[in-house]
Nanobody, 115 residues
Framework: QVQLVESGGGLVQPGGSLRLSCATS????????MGWYRRAPGNQRELVAS???????NYADDVKGRFTISLDNAEKTLLLQMNSLKPEDTAVYYC?????????WGQGTQVAVSS
C-alpha cells in the first residue's frame, strides 16, 4: 500500500517561491507516473506537472519556465519548485502516483498567492 503526504504549502506574495514536497511510503518502483495536480475554487482538478519512471517531465503551459518537478529517489520524495508565483496559482495542490493498475492521491496542501 502506498501513502502520499504533501507539505510545503502556504501563503506567499506574488513573485515569490514555494517548494512542495510529497513524501511516499511503500513501493513506487517499476512503471509509474508521478504528478502534481491542483484544484482552484470553482474549477476542476488539473495537471500541473508530471514525471515518469524514465525521468521524462511534462508541464502545463501556464507553469512552464516557472515550476520544476523532480523526484528524489533516495528519499522517495516528489518535489515541485514553484517560482514567480501568481495569484492564479492559488489552489489546493495534490500529489499523485499512477501505476498500471493503481492510482494514489495525497490529501492536498493549500497554496495561496496574495499580496
Amino acid at each position: 500500500q502506498v501513502q502520499l503526504v504533501e507539505s510545503g504549502g502556504g501563503l506567499v506574495q506574488p513573485g515569490g517561491s514555494l517548494r512542495l514536497s510529497c513524501a511516499t511510503s511503500g513501493s513506487i518502483g517499476g512503471i509509474y507516473v508521478m504528478g502534481w495536480y491542483r484544484r482552484a475554487p470553482g474549477n476542476q482538478r488539473e495537471l500541473v506537472a508530471s514525471i515518469n519512471n524514465f525521468g521524462r517531465t511534462n508541464y502545463a503551459d501556464d507553469v512552464k519556465g516557472r515550476f520544476t518537478i523532480s523526484l528524489d529517489n533516495a528519499e522517495k520524495t516528489l518535489l515541485l519548485q514553484m517560482n514567480s508565483l501568481k495569484p492564479e496559482d492559488t489552489a489546493v495542490y495534490y500529489c499523485n502516483l499512477r501505476k498500471p493498475v493503481s492510482d494514489y492521491w495525497g490529501q492536498g496542501t493549500q497554496v495561496a498567492v496574495s499580496s
